[in-house]
């Protein structure tokens, strides 16, 4: 499975952006997705995940209310629509897919993963 994100950019705090991840290789029907971020000299955190039926979604504290998660899986595609954003949000965003029915917050559980794409919040 290959993953790549895309939609990142400079945006002004409460403003909005769409990020996208296409998987290639293999159905995503099977799949969990879920998307990550990293800030310069942090670890990696966990932001959202949709199961694959996409009935059930998970957000970190940090993101509820101002993220959504969503998928298509008719175009292989997850999507995280992020709204209100802050200067605190600014990260690399990496998308990725962990094999199985259940969600997980843990990185590590995840099998594949896409490159970075870099949101910027300027205040």
């Known amino acids: 499975v290959q993953l790549q994100a895309s939609g990142g950019g400079l945006v002004q705090a409460g403003g909005s952006l769409r990020l996208s991840c296409a998987t290639s290789?293999?159905?995503?029907?099977?799949?969990?997705m879920g998307w990550f971020r990293q800030a310069p000299g942090k670890e990696r955190e966990f932001v959202a995940a949709?199961?694959?039926?996409?009935?059930?979604?998970y957000y970190s504290d940090s993101v509820k209310g101002r993220f959504t998660i969503s998928r298509d899986n008719a175009k292989n595609t997850v999507y995280l629509q992020m709204n209100s954003l802050k200067p605190e949000d600014t990260a690399n965003y990496y998308c990725?897919?962990?094999?199985?029915?259940?969600?997980?917050?843990?990185?590590?559980?995840?099998?594949?993963w896409g490159q970075g794409t870099l949101v910027t919040v300027s205040s």
């Open positions: 990725a897919a962990r094999v199985g029915a259940y969600y997980t917050m843990n990185a590590w559980e995840y099998h594949y």
């Open positions: 290789g293999r159905t995503l029907r099977r799949y969990v």
């Open positions: 949709i199961t694959w039926g996409g009935g059930s979604t």
